[in-house]
């Protein structure tokens, strides 16, 4: 099955640290261009930032800059979300989206036709 699955979220102080990770099945990612994701109820699902094929070219919201690193490893076909700082506001639902067009990420994403999505993981920064 050809699937994106991320892991990693979960409930974190605010100040705290995670690290969220998306992981490819059935296909291999060095050929794709992965974007994290966050949507919240009501609101469109934005982009937090963006790797391409190899890693040469990344971009973030400015919301999160310094605060997050995007990274990837295509020999364990996956890519990572190191979110430090994290703040109330980063709670959300983030995804991970694969895409196959070599400037994806300079682009306005989503698109809508990504070629991949994952299902989904819950960060919650609390108190």
């Known amino acids: 099955q050809l699937q994106l699955v991320e892991s990693g979220g979960g409930w974190v102080q605010p100040g705290g640290s995670l690290r969220l990770s998306c992981a490819a099945s059935?296909?291999?990612?060095?050929?794709?261009?992965v974007g994290w994701f966050r949507q919240v109820p009501g609101k469109e699902r934005e982009v937090v930032s963006c790797?391409?094929?190899?890693?040469?070219?990344?971009t973030y919201v400015n919301s999160v800059k310094g605060r997050f690193i995007i990274s990837r490893d295509n020999a364990k076909n996956a890519v990572y979300l190191q979110m430090n700082s994290l703040k109330y506001e980063d709670t959300a639902v983030y995804y991970c989206?694969?895409?196959?067009?070599?400037?994806?990420?300079?682009?306005?994403?989503?698109?809508?036709?990504?070629?991949?999505w994952g299902q989904g993981t819950q960060v919650t920064v609390s108190s």
């Open positions: 989206a694969a895409d196959g067009a070599v400037n994806y990420c300079a682009g306005y994403v989503p698109t809508g036709q990504e070629d991949y």
């Open positions: 059935g296909f291999t990612l060095d050929s794709y261009s």
């Open positions: 790797i391409t094929y190899y890693g040469d070219y990344t």
